[in-house]
């Protein structure tokens, strides 16, 4: 099983929207999708499958519905989970989450904060060098990036990067190339 976590430098990055590119191009990969949040979110369209102090986790159930795990559904993920947790029980909420996908073929993972608690087999982060907003979450998690995606047509000459960490981008049009030949590896890697 390969696990693949996107975060983001910041709210409305396009964290969402490289997931489920990574889905559609990778449909055969049978993903279980996942959102990890601090904020408790209204789940109408969401059963309810393990809580715990401050956390709980959820399977969407409708991918007509206008949350991100529906957009998750409509990508072509045979499962979405929200997970919500407070920053104090994230830790715990990985937990459950990681015993939720240990059947899973290969899981992709939305959240910033938990991929160091996550350990994932590649981290990508979503930066947009438009943009001067830079979350505290995402920077402290830069060094443990595998590469970072440019999430718009911007010039990313004069981002301020870790040394030897790939760049890539998703734009409209899709992920490019060099990222796709990355994900091709990680699933095709021994033990994935």
């Known amino acids: 099983m390969a696990l693949i976590v996107v975060g983001g430098q910041t709210k409305h990055v396009g964290k969402t929207t490289l997931i489920c590119e990574i889905i559609r191009r ?4 049978k993903w279980t999708a996942a ?14 499958i393990s809580s715990g102090a401050d956390w709980n986790i959820c399977e969407q159930r409708m991918s007509a519905a206008p949350a991100d795990t ?17 920053s104090g029980s994230l830790s ?3 937990s459950a989450l990681k015993k939720e996908i240990g059947a899973s073929a290969n899981t992709i993972v939305e959240s910033t904060a938990g991929a160091q608690i996550l350990a994932p087999d590649m981290f990508l982060l979503v930066v947009d060098p438009e943009s001067q907003e830079f979350k505290a979450s995402a920077r ?17 000459a004069g981002l301020d990067t870790p040394e030897a960490v790939p760049i890539f981008q998703c734009s409209g049009l899709g ?3 060099a990222l796709t030949t990355a994900i091709e590896g990680l699933l095709q890697a021994p033990g994935c």
């Open 140 to 156: 402290e998690q830069l060094q443990r990036a595998h590469a970072l995606v440019v999430s718009s047509r911007a010039n990313w």
């Open 26 to 29: 990778f449909a055969a990969a």
């Open 175 to 177: 992920i490019d190339q």
């Open 92 to 94: 715990a909420a990985c």
């Open 35 to 48: 959102k990890i949040t601090s904020h408790f979110h209204h789940t109408d369209h969401c059963h309810a």
């Open 70 to 86: 529906a957009r998750y559904l409509r990508a072509g993920a045979v499962r979405a989970l929200l997970v919500c947790a407070e």
